[in-house]
């Protein structure tokens, strides 16, 4: 069975960073693209990065440019999106997405003093 | 980057259809689309690719109830024989250069 689990996500001060996973099983992580999604209280879905199988293209959306940093690990099928700079409009539940087929259940980021 | 729009919201009664509509600006009429579903409390969940042609493949565990078509720019989800439980938000994706876009989601509500 496709999973896809994020953990990592918690309140943080604005300035502040955090670095969310996403730990994938039931496929071959290393042969899909991945993507991060995330939705503000009451609102839509919003893309917010990609990265390729090997890790060697990496796209952004531009709310998070410059901030936020998508990686991967292959050898532990797990993807990764560290946020840095962090204001409180990323506040959000934060989802890792398989290609387009699979999403997490989400986790929460909260940016609050 | 593609822009996706769809109406607020829908509203069919038990049992009945109700068609959604996603429409795709010119420059992207072309493109695949997928469709998505997210009940209140819940994450998202897959529910279909939607080519231009019409063409579509439903997500695993999807129900046949589900259907997609298009035509031009648009493309539409079909969910016939509603069910209390299809009462959701319904996104619908599609991507440019580097880019994925969602529409702002159309609220379906079961009468």
């Known amino acids: 069975e496709v999973q896809v689990v994020e953990s990592g996500g918690g309140l943080v001060q604005p300035g502040g960073s955090l670095r969310l996973s996403c730990a994938a099983s039931?496929?071959?992580?290393?042969?899909?693209?991945m993507h991060w999604v995330r939705q503000a209280p009451g609102k839509g879905l919003v893309w917010v990065a990609v990265?390729?199988?090997?890790?060697?293209?990496?796209f952004y959306g531009e709310s998070v440019k410059g901030r936020f940093t998508v990686s991967r690990d292959n050898d532990k099928d797990t993807l990764y999106l560290q946020l840095n700079s962090l204001r409180a409009e990323d506040t959000a539940v934060y989802y890792c997405?398989?290609?387009?087929?699979?999403w997490g259940q989400g986790v929460q980021v909260t940016v609050s003093s | 980057q593609p822009v996706v729009t769809q109406s607020s919201s829908a509203s069919a009664s038990l049992g009945s259809s109700v068609k959604l509509t996603c429409s795709l600006d010119?420059?992207?009429?072309?493109?695949?689309i997928t469709w998505h579903q997210q009940q209140p409390g819940k994450a998202p969940r897959y529910l279909m690719k939607?080519?231009?042609?019409?063409?579509?493949n439903l997500g695993s565990g999807v129900p046949d109830r589900f259907s997609g078509s298009s035509s031009g720019a648009d493309r539409y989800l079909t969910i016939s024989n509603l069910h209390f439980e299809d009462e959701a938000d319904y996104y619908c994706?599609?991507?440019?250069?580097?880019?994925?876009?969602f529409g702002e989601g159309t609220k379906v509500t079961v009468l």
């Open positions: 997405m398989r290609y387009y087929d699979y």
């Open positions: 039931g496929f071959t992580f290393s042969y899909y693209w």
């Open positions: 990265i390729n199988p090997d890790g060697s293209s990496r």
């Open positions: 010119s420059a992207f009429s072309s493109n695949v």
């Open positions: 939607l080519e231009g042609s019409g063409t579509y």
């Open positions: 994706e599609t991507w440019g250069s580097n880019t994925r876009v």
